[in-house]
């Protein structure tokens, strides 16, 4: 595989989520437009199941059904030099916004793979979430009172499996059902609690190419 002359060194910025998710990547400067959605995708841990849009120089691209000029259209067009912005849309209903900020034009080292990801923070929010409104109230909800109380009635639930030894009581007798509904709720709440990403796992799917599956719209 030839290597790239001109790399570009491009942070993926959130908008809306505190604290700040973001990805650093390098990327050659020849890829398209279509080939950086499916490189933010991986990059920030989405699953390309919604539509996207890039607004660059004051100009669409992206699916077709939003009427968008084609994105497969080299970034080397744009002319992009260092702090260039322009914004990436993700999902047209919970409509994630994200800045790609070109940070440095470096020359290519070839002894590195490329597409990669070199830095980065903050978990993905979940698909399907009600954007970033909908992200923050339910990671809030997500170590709020009602998930102490499922605690507490895991707890409860232990303590009775325990007495059961020391008692008349048949394991019938016991909430099965409480205890099914709790479990359900707490494993609903696990996308909400995550604190960090993986770069390394990141990366491994870039090596991979899954950028290159997700370049087009999966079907959910």
Request: net charge negative; charged share 25%; glycine share 8%.
């Amino acid at each position: 595989m030839p290597v790239p002359s001109e790399i570009l060194q491009l942070k993926f910025r959130l908008f809306g989520v505190s604290p700040m998710v973001w990805r650093r990547v390098l990327v050659s400067s020849s890829i398209t437009l279509r080939e950086l959605h499916g490189i933010v995708q991986t990059a920030m841990g989405w699953d390309g199941i919604h539509l996207f849009q890039f607004d660059v120089r004051a100009v669409c691209y992206g699916s077709w059904e939003l009427h968008a000029a084609n994105p497969d259209i080299s970034l080397s067009n744009f002319g992009l030099r260092g702090n260039d912005r322009f914004s990436y849309i993700y999902d047209m209903g919970d409509y994630w916004k994200h800045e790609v900020r070109v940070e440095a034009i470096l020359v290519a080292n070839p002894e590195k793979f490329y597409p990669v990801c070199t830095g980065g923070a903050g978990p993905c929010p979940p698909e399907e979430c009600g954007g970033p409104q909908g992200y923050l109230a339910r990671r809030d909800e997500a170590s709020g009172y009602d998930a102490w109380q499922d605690l507490e009635t895991l707890a409860s639930f232990g303590q009775d499996l325990l007495d059961r030894h020391d008692t008349d009581r048949t394991l019938e007798d016991l909430a099965l059902d409480d205890l099914e509904y709790v479990l359900d709720r707490m494993k609903a709440r696990e996308p909400y609690l995550e604190t960090s990403f993986s770069r390394r796992v990141v990366n491994t799917q870039l090596r991979d190419g899954r950028h290159r599956e997700l370049m087009h719209q999966q079907l959910m």
